[in-house]
């Protein structure tokens, strides 16, 4: 569903992103670690086609993403780490606005496990940060995606909420869906993801399964094994 071979990015002298290469297949879910500034956000906006690479190829759903961003951006949700939401709009009015037009299954269906059925008519500026994130990720959902590619999806969304959003995560995965996503929170790499890349100043340290054993620290001794 998504191979990426070769990707390189730089700003001024400095390189983000160092020949990256990976393959996520329909049904997977990859896990991308790292330090701040390792590079996880700047390959993440690179795959949603929100960036481009200096060099490298990206295949989305067999479509040539660099070639072709628009045809590759129509399979993709992305929920980038910032709040992306027009805050002076309703809930409602954000998720329409995203939503294929009359898609009213995925407009119910997304406000459900989103969890904000009861702020359907509030604006967003009016909203808790929490609430914010869970319509952030609202936005990609509704729009059926292929490939979802969320860059810290729950950062600041109580523990409760978490556990909702990623059964919902599990359930499209399950149904088909690729995932590339980044989180500080081993219980979400635990739970959702069936790979793990680990980058270092751009570098691609580690790809492989997710699972280590114990008596070498388990997930979080590999993560920092491999990214510190």
Known sequence: MVRATGLCRSFGKSRFLDNVSFKVQAGQALAVVGENGAGKTTLL???????????GELIIGGVDALKNPAAARAMIGYVP??????QELTVRDNLRYWMRPGDEAAYRWTLKVTGLADMEKKKVSRLSGGMQRRLNIGASLVTRPRVLILDEPLAGVDAENRARIMAVLRQLKEAGAAIIFTSHYIDELDILADGMLALKNGVVTYSGGISFPQESGGLAGAIRRYTA
Do not use: C, E
């Not at 906006?45 to 060099?55: E, F, G, N, Q, Y």
């Not at 780490?81 to 027009?86: E, K, N, T």
């Open 45 to 55: 906006k690179i795959l949603a086609t929100a960036s481009r690479p200096d060099a």
């Open 81 to 86: 780490q910032g709040i992306a939401l027009m």
